[in-house]
């Protein structure tokens, strides 16, 4: 490339304050733009490296406090408060609203039901009898398989392998547990070695590509529905009506009625999930804590159940299939998203189901909520008051 239109990046260390500025004052002498705000930072760039490349500054996100969320789960109990970074006003008071309803209800019950990260490589052959006797050899060594995947990583384990036939290639998706990680890098390095083994064996040797895009990474599928990407994560409760009456105004019967119509509505548009916004609670959570914001992709698709009781309480929940979320790797130790993992309590060792039961509570409160608003007929008013600009 010219060097007039290349960014500035240093061999030594591209990684200093003094990069960054040259940076921004190329950006400045090319769009006119100074990025002056954007170059005022707190933390030390020294821990950038694995996360970031040409670093110009930071983009601050405010970031709001909701509760306290009382949840028993079997790794998140307790009262907690949940960080959310939004730039939608509302939002914050909704899921706000929404875990004082959960709270006064005696808290939501939270379940890790499956966890499985993929890589999910295609191998290519000359017809369809040969992948298929491919697929066979492939249960037949999956123990040789496993070893040579688990030699790169002292977390990752293979637990088991699906495959798909199509026209001439075979299909396989690695299932992986990779500890408190989400694992994507992870089961990357260790599906490579996994697949440059079977090349090596497999009589006559194999050709394929790493991804076959059946994993399927930062896509919702619905594969990803049934065979979970990341954790699979439950958050059910028994709302009494009289505090649904009270907190929210609205009736667990007319609740019912309008989540039927919702589901309805839903299923027609195809939607990935038939409950209110899941993606507004996994995202402002996700980049309060340095998850891989591109993972509200799959993150958000799920189911909302309901149940109306002989008593008039209302059983609910929300299943999140593939909630890819980590308290180790990717952004979790960058300095402000650590002490919003810290004021969950989701930092060390074995935290990770934890925070993936916060997540799944989180976006129960903010369903509970936002589907009283819009019955109840504050949504929109609530958007007037609290999220436009003036
Ligand atoms: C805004 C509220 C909560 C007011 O609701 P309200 O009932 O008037 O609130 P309240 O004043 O009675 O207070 C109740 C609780 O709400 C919280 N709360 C209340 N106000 C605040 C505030 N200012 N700051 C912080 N927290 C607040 C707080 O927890 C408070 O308890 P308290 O602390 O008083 O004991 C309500 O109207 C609401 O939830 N609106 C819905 C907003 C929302 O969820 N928007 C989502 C946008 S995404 C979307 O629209 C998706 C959609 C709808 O398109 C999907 C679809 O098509 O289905
Ligand atoms: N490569 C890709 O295709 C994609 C990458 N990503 C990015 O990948 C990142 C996530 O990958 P991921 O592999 O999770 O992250 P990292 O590679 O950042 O960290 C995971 C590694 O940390 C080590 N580790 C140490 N302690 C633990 C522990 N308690 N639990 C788990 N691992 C531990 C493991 O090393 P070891 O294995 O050596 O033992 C593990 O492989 C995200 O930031 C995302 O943005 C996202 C999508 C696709």
Redesign the pocket.
Known sequence: MRDDIRIPRSKENDYTPEMATERRKFIEAKTGEPMTLTGQYTIDTGVLPGNIENFIGICQMPV?V?GPLRINGEDAQGDFYIPLATT?G???????????VITESGGVTTTVVEQYMQRAPAFLFDNAREARAFGEWVKENFDNIKAAAESTTSVGKLKHIHQWSVAKSRYLRFNYTTGDAAGQNMVGKATLMACEWIKRNYPGGANYLLSGNMDTDKKHSHLNMLHSRGKRVIAELTVKKEVLKA???VDTKMLAKATVL?NT?ALMAGAAYNG??AA?GIASLFIATGQDEANVVESHAGLFTHELQDNGDIYLAVTLPSLICATFGGGTALPTQRECLNMLGCVGKGKANKFAEIVAATVLA?DI??????I?G??V???D???RNR
Do not use: F, K
């Not at 509302?90 to 004082?100: D, F, K």
């Open positions: 709001g909701a939608e509302t939002l914050v008071a909704s899921y706000s609203r929404g875990m004082r907190i929210m105004g919702a509505g209110p916004h507004n903010g909520s936002l589907g009283c608003a819009v109840a504050d949504w008013s609530s958007h008051q609290l999220g």
